[in-house]
T-cell receptor, first 114, second 110 residues
Framework: DAGVTQSPTHLIKTRGQQVTLRCSPK?????VSWYQQALGQGPQFIFQ???????QRGNFPDRFSGHQFPNYSSELNVNALLLGDSALYLC?????????????FGDGTRLSIL | QKEVEQNSGPLSVPEGAIASLNCTYS??????FFWYRQYSGKSPELIMF????GDKEDGRFTAQLNKASQYVSLLIRDSQPSDSATYLC??????????FGIGTKLQVIP
């Protein structure tokens, strides 16, 4: 039973570029959430997708956008990259719409902005 | 006031001792409480979740919840050096976003 898978594992970009990160949820899960984790901090919620729609959003600018596909996989897109976007980006999935359900994390994508 | 508060540590305990990790939260409507373990450079791993007041045990781990005091804790019995990691407390209310604390760094000294 495959867990949450994310790609790529590492990425190096320069300021102003855009990036797309991908996530496949755990089998049987229908809800995908994205987090940004800076060094020494807890994960910060970016947004959550359910039924191919953004259901919740954290305090992140519109440069951060996403998508969920019919097979429940998801993408996180970040435009006009800033140095401060360097972080570990985590995808987490949960079942039954995510209500009060535990979230399971992928291994993350380490994004470095030069 | 932060939504979920944890002492960042480090919390140092000798091998074989009980490690006690604490977390408080501000939203009285919170319904689900999770503990994640995160090794350096890795992603968080779910180790416990609790919904009701009281204790929930799983192996060497016990989660304790007191909703009246808005307090949740994690006890690790017979601590091992492999338990050395950052422990994240997370809180959820229905379909709302999961909110994480900053995490407590635990060091188990051999």
């Amino acid at each position: 039973d495959a867990g949450v898978t994310q790609s790529p594992t590492h990425l190096i970009k320069t300021r102003g570029q855009q990036v797309t990160l991908r996530c496949s949820p755990k089998s049987g899960h229908d809800t995908v959430s994205w987090y940004q984790q800076a060094l020494g901090q807890g994960p910060q919620f970016i947004f959550q997708y359910y039924e191919e729609e953004e259901r919740q959003r954290g305090n992140f600018p519109d440069r951060f956008s996403g998508h969920q596909f019919p097979n429940y996989s998801s993408e996180l897109n970040v435009n006009a990259l800033l140095l401060g976007d360097s972080a570990l980006y985590l995808c987490a999935s949960s079942e039954r719409g995510g209500s009060n359900q535990p979230q399971h994390f992928g291994d993350g994508t380490r994004l470095s902005i030069l | 006031q932060k939504e979920v508060e944890q002492n960042s540590g480090p919390l140092s305990v000798p091998e074989g001792a009980i490690a006690s990790l604490n977390c408080t939260y501000s939203d009285r409507g919170s319904q689900s409480f999770f503990w994640y373990r995160q090794y350096s450079g890795k992603s968080p791993e779910l180790i416990m979740f609790i919904y009701s007041n009281g204790d929930k045990e799983d192996g060497r781990f016990t989660a304790q919840l007191n909703k009246a005091s808005q307090y949740v804790s994690l006890l690790i019995r017979d601590s091992q050096p492999s338990d050395s990691a950052t422990y994240l407390c997370a809180v959820l209310r229905g379909y709302q976003k999961v909110t994480f604390g900053i995490g407590t760094k635990l060091q188990v000294i051999p």
